[in-house]
Nanobody, 122 residues
Framework: QVRVVESGGGSVQPGGSLKLSCAAS????????LGWHRQAPGKQREAVAT???????WHAESVKGRFAISADKRRNMVFLEMNNLQLGDTAVYYC????????????????WGPGTQVTVSA
C-alpha cells in the first residue's frame, strides 16, 4: 500500500510563489509515474506536471515556464515549485503516485493524496 500526503498550499497574491511537497509512505522500494494535478471549483481535475523514475518531466502548457516538478527519490517525495502564480492557478492541488515497486514487481496503485488548497487573490 502507499499513502500520499500533500503540503505547502496557501494564499498568495498574483505574482507570488509557493512550493508544494508530496510525501509517499508505505511498503515499497521505488515509485513511478509521479504527478501533480489540480481541480478548480466547477472544473474537472487536470494534470499539471509529471515526472518519471528517470527524471523526465512534463508540464502543462498553462504552467510551463512558471512551475517546476522535481523529486527526491531517496525520501520518496515530489515537489512542485510554483512561481508567478496567477488567479487561474487557484485550485486544490493533488499528488498522484502511479506505480510502486515491491521486490522486483511494479504494481499499479493510482494513489491520491487529500489535496492542498492554493488560492491566488489580489
Amino acid at each position: 500500500q502507499v499513502r500520499v500526503v500533500e503540503s505547502g498550499g496557501g494564499s498568495v497574491q498574483p505574482g507570488g510563489s509557493l512550493k508544494l511537497s508530496c510525501a509517499a509512505s508505505g511498503s515499497f522500494t521505488s515509485l513511478l509515474a509521479l504527478g501533480w494535478h489540480r481541480q478548480a471549483p466547477g472544473k474537472q481535475r487536470e494534470a499539471v506536471a509529471t515526472i518519471s523514475e528517470d527524471g523526465d518531466y512534463w508540464h502543462a502548457e498553462s504552467v510551463k515556464g512558471r512551475f517546476a516538478i522535481s523529486a527526491d527519490k531517496r525520501r520518496n517525495m515530489v515537489f512542485l515549485e510554483m512561481n508567478n502564480l496567477q488567479l487561474g492557478d487557484t485550485a486544490v492541488y493533488y499528488c498522484n503516485v502511479g506505480y510502486i515497486r515491491t521486490g522486483t514487481t511494479w504494481r499499479h496503485r493510482d494513489a491520491w493524496g487529500p489535496g492542498t488548497q492554493v488560492t491566488v487573490s489580489a
